[in-house]
Structures are given as C-alpha cells and as structure tokens.
C-alpha cells in the first residue's frame, strides 16, 4: 500500500499546477480538433470501420470467424442470426457437443491454440500441464501482489504479468516453442492473479479478512476459480458449468476485436509476450471494450431501483428515458444492446441466456431473469423507434454475462479480469499466428492534415486566442 503522506504529498503537487493544467488543456483542445469532414475528404476509415460499420479488412487468420450478414437471391448483403466459429467449428455446436463436461474451457483452448479438437487423451495431458502451471513463483504473492494492491484489478492484473518478466529464465525467447510456453504459464495463472489480487484489495481497501487458497490439479479452470474465490471453496456443478461456459463464450473473437488487435500489432514489433500481454490488457480494461459487463450491472441497479415493481410499462418508460439520456449515467446508451459487428443476433448471447436461466432457477432468482429479457425486447422496440439503425439490434453477451457473475455472486472488481482469464487463450493464439506470418510490423498510415506554417523566434510570438 502506497503511505496516506505519500499520497497526499502527490495531490498537493497535482493541486499546485491545476490551473495551469486547465489552461494548458484549453490549448491542446483547440489545436488536436480535426474537421470531421476531412475523413470524407481523403476517404479515411475512422476507427478502421467504413461507413456501415464493418471493419476495414488488415489482415488474415484461421483462428475465430464472425458471420453477421449473408446474401439474398439477388446477391444483396442482408443481416442474418450472428455465427461465431472457433478454428471452423461453429461455437453452437462446440457447446452442444461439449456439454456437460469439466474441461470445456480447456478443450477450447486446445483448439484455438492448436487448430483441431483433442482426443481424450490429448486433452487430459493438456490439462495437466495446465495444472502444473497453474501455481506463481516463490513468494510473489506477498512481494508483488500484497505489499502494493491496486484499486483497480485490470491494472493490478497487468502490473503482475509484467513483474513475471524477470521470474522467466528466457524472457525474450520469440520463438514459436517459447512463447507457447509462456503462453500456457499465462493462461494458467491468471486465475490466480485475478483472485489474489482482489483478495489483497478486500483486505486492505475493505477491511475484509484476508485468506489464500492453492488451486487444485484435479479441478478445472472454472472448479478452481471458484475453489479459491469463496471462503468455504464451495460450489455447485451447475455454477462450474455456466462459468465454465462463460470461459468458452469469451475465450476469442476474431482479429478484429480491439484487444486482440493490440496483440497482433504489439507482437509485430518483436516485443517479449508479457509486454504484448500487458498492452491487450490496457485495451481490454476499456469500457467500451471488456468493461462494459459492468456497466450493463451498473444500468439494471438502476433500473431495479426507479422500477422496483418490475412493471412492463413503467420499465419500457424507463428504457426510453435511458435512451433519451434522462436517465442511468445520461449517455443515451442501453448497455449491453447491440454489437460492433451482429446485428440480428450475437451467438453467444443466445447461448448464455439459456444458461442463465438455469442458474436463476436455482437461485431463485427467475423473476430477474424475465425483467431481463423483457428490457431487452423493449430496448430493441425503443431503439428501432427512436433511432435510424443500419442494423438491428438484440442483446450482446455482456448483456446476460453480468447477470451470470452476479447469482455466482462474484465481485464486480473481477467481472473484467475474468474475460482476461478466459480471452488470453484467444491472444495467445494470435500471438503465435502473428510470430508465424506476420514478419512485418504493422504500421498503417496516418493522413497528415495540418496547414504549413513558418517557424516564428520566440521573441517574435505572440500568444494565440
């Protein structure tokens, strides 16, 4: 923990230049303002997407596929049911064919790692590897992750990656064999360091006693985050079962998706994987990216409590208000609707739904569960009334994923970490198709728009409006 002095000394250092950092942000505000018409004018693709969304193809890969639209008869591009493909295998039917067993989780990362289903005994071999993994260096717990908890678990989670640099005897090793190593302690271990990390948090920030569980090898990744987490390690198969899912559901989803494109630019530099790890990391803490689960929990508090009653009425009216930033946190934005690339549907969404619907039986929560699906249906109406869409609009995975994370009664400082736990699967094997067939760095062009202007000696200048 950082010293309460020590703080304070930092505030009253930042208190006594805030004016002139106010001033000085006027400045910068006026002159990194670009006319947005200028992107018509050169036909730049603002945040790599063109004009209906879709984003702009930079690059190949066998990993993940996201099908959102097809083709009509007269070959017109129309929006169809969203499918997600892990290594050509459609995730319905990786689910479907999957269920009921314990090492769902890893059995996807088998495959997105290494391009085709295991055998029984492929995985049970990869699964004690995991195991095996699955434990952090002599005393890193209390030098790294007690003696300065962060309030913020995806910083503290990426301040750990990063201090495991110099635990590793060939950091720097980008060979394929190397990085797969790295890649599988990584995938192993951050189950622990998300864990401990809020562990160490509580028991500082929240006066909570503080206890350390050990993994066990015979339990899965989901068994085992459970395992540690709770103070009586105790937990249903049902609740196994869906966090187990919610591993699979977030494990990849394509190049494209802002973190994993971090992976691959990163990696092109031929930077170490605990860098290139922790970059995807800052990517993903973004709420607009892997953070928005916990805005959609944050939306529904808020609802529950303008709409106790769960009245259909009252909370299509509030839905409207949402969305005509009256109400929630004003942005106008139902969190949790719509997606980047669906349109009609995001598969995952439909997946975890019927899940989540199981789980709220058996906590006796189901009336949560129809107030749910109800305020999607009425946002979806909202939405398609109030605004001109190019798509439609249906709930996403963070919609339901939350939901799932609250009856497992998980803390809310874990929900994003627990996509990191889940999609470092995902990042390692971009990694490694990235070390394979990238051989460049990636580099795209930034079009220059600034006016050419004479140098001015500084007892010349005068101060600019």
Same mark, same amino acid.
């Given at each position: 923990?950082?010293?309460?002095?020590?703080?304070?000394?930092?505030?009253?250092?930042?208190?006594?230049?805030?004016?002139?950092?106010?001033?000085?942000?006027?400045?910068?505000?006026?002159?990194?303002?670009?006319?947005?018409?200028?992107?018509?004018?050169?036909?730049?693709?603002?945040?790599?997407?063109?004009?209906?969304?879709?984003?702009?193809?930079?690059?190949?890969?066998?990993?993940?596929?996201?099908?959102?639209?097809?083709?009509?008869?007269?070959?017109?591009?129309?929006?169809?049911?969203?499918?997600?493909?892990?290594?050509?295998?459609?995730?319905?039917?990786?689910?479907?064919?999957?269920?009921?067993?314990? +090492?769902? +989780?890893?059995?996807?990362?088998?495959?997105?790692?290494?391009?085709?289903?295991?055998?029984?005994?492929?995985?049970?071999? +990869?699964?004690?590897?995991?195991?095996? +993994?699955?434990?952090?260096?002599?005393?890193?717990?209390?030098?790294?992750?007690?003696?300065?908890?962060?309030?913020?678990?995806?910083?503290?989670?990426?301040?750990?990656?990063?201090?495991?640099?110099?635990?590793?005897?060939?950091?720097?090793?980008?060979?394929?064999?190397?990085?797969?190593?790295?890649?599988?302690?990584?995938?192993?271990?951050?189950?622990?360091?998300?864990?401990?990390?809020?562990?160490?948090?509580?028991?500082?920030?929240?006066?909570?006693?503080?206890?350390?569980?050990?993994?066990?090898?015979e339990l899965s990744t989901a068994e085992n985050i459970l395992y540690i987490l709770r103070r009586d390690s105790k937990y249903t198969e049902l609740e196994a079962e869906v966090l187990d899912l919610c591993l699979v559901l977030h494990a990849e989803h394509g190049g494209g998706n802002n973190s994993t494109f971090t992976t691959h630019v990163v990696t092109s530099s031929g930077t170490d994987t605990y860098s290139s790890v922790a970059a995807s990391l800052g990517s993903l803490k973004?709420?607009?990216?892997?953070?928005?689960?916990?805005?959609?929990?944050?939306?529904?508090?808020?609802?529950?409590?303008?709409?106790?009653?769960?009245?259909?009425?009252?909370?299509?009216?509030?839905?409207?208000?949402?969305?005509?930033?009256?109400?929630?946190?004003?942005?106008?934005?139902?969190?949790?609707?719509?997606?980047?690339?669906?349109?009609?549907?995001?598969?995952?969404?439909?997946?975890?739904?019927?899940?989540?619907?199981?789980?709220?039986?058996?906590?006796?929560?189901e009336k949560e569960y129809e107030m749910r699906k109800y305020v999607a249906t009425a946002a979806a109406e909202v939405i398609a009334d109030k605004r001109r869409i190019y798509k439609g609009v249906a709930p996403n995975v963070d919609f339901y994923s939350g939901f799932v994370y609250d009856m497992l009664d998980l803390p809310r400082e874990l929900y994003t970490p627990f996509f990191a736990v889940a999609r470092i699967s995902g990042w390692s094997a971009h990694r490694m198709e990235?070390?394979?067939?990238?051989?460049?760095?990636?580099?795209?062009?930034?079009?220059?728009?600034?006016?050419?202007?004479?140098?001015?000696?500084?007892?010349?200048?005068?101060?600019?409006?």
């Amino acid at each position: 923990m950082i010293p309460l002095e020590l703080r304070d000394h930092i505030l009253k250092k930042y208190s006594k230049y805030s004016q002139d950092i106010a001033e000085l942000t006027k400045v910068a505000s006026k002159s990194d303002i670009i006319n947005p018409k200028l992107y018509e004018v050169y036909d730049v693709k603002r945040g790599l997407r063109d004009i209906n969304g879709n984003g702009v193809v930079c690059g190949l890969t066998e990993i993940s596929e996201i099908i959102a639209f097809g083709k009509d008869k007269d070959g017109n591009k129309i929006p169809v049911d969203g499918q997600l493909y892990y290594r050509g295998i459609n995730i319905r039917d990786f689910v479907k064919g999957s269920q009921g067993r314990r +090492f769902d +989780f890893e059995e996807a990362t088998y495959l997105l790692l290494f391009g085709h289903l295991p055998t029984k005994a492929q995985l049970q071999r +990869f699964c004690e590897i995991l195991a095996d +993994f699955r434990v952090l260096p002599p005393s890193f717990v209390r030098d790294i992750i007690m003696k300065a908890p962060s309030r913020d678990m995806m910083n503290m989670l990426a301040r750990c990656v990063l201090a495991l640099y110099p635990y590793d005897p060939k950091p720097d090793d980008t060979s394929k064999r190397n990085v797969l190593r790295q890649s599988l302690q990584l995938i192993a271990q951050f189950p622990l360091l998300c864990v401990y990390s809020q562990k160490a948090h509580s028991y500082y920030n929240s006066d909570e006693s503080l206890f350390i569980h050990k993994p066990q090898k015979e339990l899965s990744t989901a068994e085992n985050i459970l395992y540690i987490l709770r103070r009586d390690s105790k937990y249903t198969e049902l609740e196994a079962e869906v966090l187990d899912l919610c591993l699979v559901l977030h494990a990849e989803h394509g190049g494209g998706n802002n973190s994993t494109f971090t992976t691959h630019v990163v990696t092109s530099s031929g930077t170490d994987t605990y860098s290139s790890v922790a970059a995807s990391l800052g990517s993903l803490k973004g709420p607009k990216h892997g953070g928005a689960n916990i805005k959609v929990c944050e939306m529904f508090d808020n609802i529950k409590e303008n709409v106790p009653d769960f009245d259909k009425g009252k909370l299509k009216d509030y839905v409207a208000k949402i969305v005509d930033k009256e109400a929630f946190d004003h942005s106008g934005l139902v969190y949790g609707m719509g997606h980047a690339v669906y349109s009609l549907s995001d598969p995952r969404a439909d997946i975890l739904r019927s899940f989540a619907e199981k789980l709220a039986v058996e906590k006796h929560m189901e009336k949560e569960y129809e107030m749910r699906k109800y305020v999607a249906t009425a946002a979806a109406e909202v939405i398609a009334d109030k605004r001109r869409i190019y798509k439609g609009v249906a709930p996403n995975v963070d919609f339901y994923s939350g939901f799932v994370y609250d009856m497992l009664d998980l803390p809310r400082e874990l929900y994003t970490p627990f996509f990191a736990v889940a999609r470092i699967s995902g990042w390692s094997a971009h990694r490694m198709e990235e070390i394979t067939n990238g051989g460049k760095i990636i580099r795209p062009g930034y079009q220059a728009v600034a006016k050419r202007r004479e140098y001015v000696p500084i007892d010349e200048r005068v101060e600019e409006e």
